[in-house]
């Protein structure tokens, strides 16, 4: 017997952008609704789950970072495009220093997780570029790893800059979930696919050094040898809380994080951006525009009717 959740009724759906990406095949991504705006009510969803799964209920609370708790696809973008400016990356095929538009970053950014394998791939596509880091453009594997790996530092050490400056803030009804959790007993863990450092500077200047500490699992892609939608970060976390998958619930806002949650055996509800509200979020337990009306037991309520308690 299944069990079904339907929140509300879906917006009217409008044709789909052009794809910066399109060229790609080995990815599927399907665009299945306009951007929304934030007034809206959350989009429908329906999930069926065998009832012969057994929950204890909704023990921890997952939290990925970029884009659940900051709405930070614009900043890296701004640090990639600074990082290609400093070092003249050049690709053959534009005389200009590299720089990722936004609707370019957008697909880019939901398909590929981790800054590395980004940029990685984009140069597999588009030949190795000649940069002050290297006059011509490199052909040993040691040396593309080289101006990957200087790349990203500088990268992250830009994006930095950008937290620290005072003018982000964290996505609306963040903090007061995270609370709520706590006092009613839940564990609270962040997964992010980012580097630790830049990670823990976000949490400390967004939830406070106070939140940060008392997370019970943080983990970033510096923990895990494989970036979502490798399930490993989330594995990883339920193992290290002793807790069942079936008994975590992730929040997630790209269909790379629900696709690591749902491979992990978690459900995951979407908060999504307007970069990532395109995208098919068809296994997500719940999908809404941000989290300022969802409260702790609507979670709870959501978890119990897709996997039924033992």
């Not at 892609?221 to 970060?233: A, L």
Request: aromatic share 8%; charged share 25%.
């Amino acid at each position: 017997m299944a069990c079904t959740i339907r929140l509300s009724s879906a917006p009217n759906f409008l044709a789909p952008p052009p794809n910066p990406l399109r060229h790609v095949t080995n990815f599927r991504f399907r665009t299945v609704r306009r951007r929304p705006f934030a007034s809206e009510k959350p989009l429908s969803v329906s999930v069926s789950v065998s009832a012969s799964a057994s929950s204890k209920g909704l023990e921890v609370l997952v939290f990925d970072c970029d884009g659940v708790i900051l709405e930070s696809e614009h900043l890296h973008r701004q640090a990639y495009n600074d990082a290609f400016a400093h070092f003249n990356v050049r690709c053959a095929s534009s005389p200009q220093p590299l720089n990722w538009g936004s609707d370019f970053y957008d697909v880019l950014q939901n398909r590929i997780g981790g800054g590395k394998p980004k940029m990685r791939w984009y140069f597999g596509e588009h030949g190795w570029p000649s940069s002050t880091i290297f006059e011509k453009p490199p052909e040993a594997d040691e040396d593309r790893a080289k101006l990957i790996d200087t790349l990203q530092d500088w990268k992250t050490e830009r994006y930095k800059e950008i937290i620290k400056s005072g003018t982000v803030e964290p996505r609306p009804g963040v903090l007061r979930l995270m609370d709520e959790a706590k006092a009613a007993g839940k564990k609270l863990a962040v997964c992010s696919a980012a580097t630790k450092s830049s990670v823990i500077l976000c949490l400390e200047n967004l939830i406070g050094i106070e939140r940060f500490q008392s997370l019970d699992c943080f983990l970033a892609g510096d923990d895990v040898k494989e970036k979502k939608p490798d399930p490993s970060i989330y594995l990883t976390a339920s193992k290290r809380l002793g807790v069942s998958p079936r008994d975590c619930l992730v929040v997630e806002d790209s269909v790379i994080g629900l696709q690591a949650a749902t491979k992990a055996g978690m459900s995951c509800v979407i908060t999504y951006t307007s970069s990532t509200a395109e995208q098919d979020f068809k296994d997500a337990i719940a999908i809404y525009p941000d989290l300022s009306n969802v409260r702790l037991k609507d979670l709870e309520l959501l978890l119990q009717k897709v996997v039924p308690a033992s």
